[in-house]
């Protein structure tokens, strides 16, 4: 060994041979580079560009929406799921309306009246346990019209001129807002559609800002309210509030599915679909390679830097997972590092299961 540089050795098993590389301060053609059959390094050479390339020509949900940017697309779907929210914010402020109509119709006891108020919450309650599961089986954009569809049955239903009586109109009235509050426990998966396909830049301040249709919906049930009620009755008014939910059924052809969710369920044809409508209503090229998931593209980095034994490979992602050849042990290859040091693939093990159930108790 000599004394005049310093010498970072890996070990690279290709075709079967120990290469030897040489990280120090002598003329190229003064370092020992191969040791074994003739050709061998010429074939590293050519795996290691090929790895290279199999990187480059793929891409993933993130760095699509990274790439396509904020446009016009973002302004539809921040429309759709801004009416989602906005007739959820209505169906509250109709509980403040409706109670205290009701009781004078009817001569409600106050538990009666409490009860129109507390069935909706139950409502909310319970579809809350079940609609995030059929997110995950059927689409967001599926389960975001099914709840749409149903909130507007429920809500014409409530205002249904059936008989006008405690008998039965209180009973039919207690079952339809029921139902309305089953439905607007998954409207909560606007935001979970809407988040997927914003940059990180504009993530925050979107979903921030949504929360202004949220705004939006009260004033407009409370004015609704006012104008509607002492002409035509509560029964009116609970048809009228269902005119956000009309728009979102209008603007549901024009949304496509979560090309995450299409990725997720192993359909990346459809994703990739999904990706060049988003690049067509914001102008942009649509993007070319093939689209695939974190983990994949993840794996084809490891498997290319593991082959190559190179840094090359390294700077095509930003994946915590990645090591440099400084990183890497003398005595233990790239897998073994992986193995013994979870973080460095992005995991958190166990325990992320436990926190999560954990929080959901809480």
């Not at 409502?123 to 967001?140: H, N, P």
């Not at 008998?167 to 809407?194: D, E, M």
């Amino acid at each position: 060994r000599s004394k005049r540089c310093r010498r970072s050795i890996i070990f690279n098993y290709l075709s079967g041979t120990v290469h030897i590389h040489y990280m120090d301060d002598k003329p190229a053609k003064d370092r020992p580079t191969t040791y074994g059959s003739a050709g061998v390094e010429e074939v590293a050479a050519a795996k290691d560009a090929d790895a290279v390339k199999d990187v480059r020509d793929v891409f993933t949900i993130d760095e699509a929406v990274e790439k396509l940017g904020f446009g016009f697309f973002q302004i539809l779907i921040t429309i759709f799921c801004g009416l989602v929210w906005l007739a959820d914010a209505m169906e509250l402020m109709i509980l403040s309306v409706l109670s205290p109509l009701v009781k004078c119709d009817w001569n409600l006891s106050a538990s009666d009246e409490a009860n129109i108020t507390t069935v909706v919450f139950l409502g909310f309650l319970i579809g809350a346990l079940f609609w995030g599961s059929i997110s995950d089986m059927f689409g967001r954009r599926t389960s975001l019209g099914l709840c749409a569809v149903l909130i507007l049955v429920f809500g014409l239903l409530s205002a249904a001129p059936v008989p006008n009586t405690k008998q039965f109109g209180y009973p039919w009235l207690l079952v339809c807002r029921f139902g309305v509050g089953i439905a607007a426990g998954g409207s909560s998966q606007s935001v979970t559609y809407y988040s997927e396909f914003l940059p990180k830049k504009a993530r925050g301040l979107c979903i921030v800002l949504l929360d202004l249709y949220w705004g939006l919906g009260s004033v407009f049930g409370s004015l609704l309210a006012l104008a509607v009620v002492e002409r035509l009755g509560w029964r009116w008014y609970l048809a009228m509030t269902t005119i956000p939910l009309a728009l979102v059924l209008f603007f549901l052809p024009f949304v496509p599915e979560s090309a995450r969710f299409y990725m997720i369920q192993g359909k990346g044809a459809q994703a990739k679909k999904v990706m060049d409508k988003v690049a067509w209503f914001n102008r942009k090229k649509p993007l070319e390679g093939k689209l695939v998931t974190q983990e994949e593209k993840e794996q084809m980095i490891k498997n290319a830097a593991t082959a190559a034994g190179s840094t090359a490979v390294a700077s095509q992602s930003n994946s915590p997972m990645l090591l440099t050849r400084n990183e890497v042990h003398l005595n233990g290859s790239h897998e073994d590092l992986m193995d013994k040091e979870p973080l460095l693939r992005g995991g958190v093990g166990g325990g992320d299961k436990v926190r999560s159930a954990l929080i959901w108790a809480l």
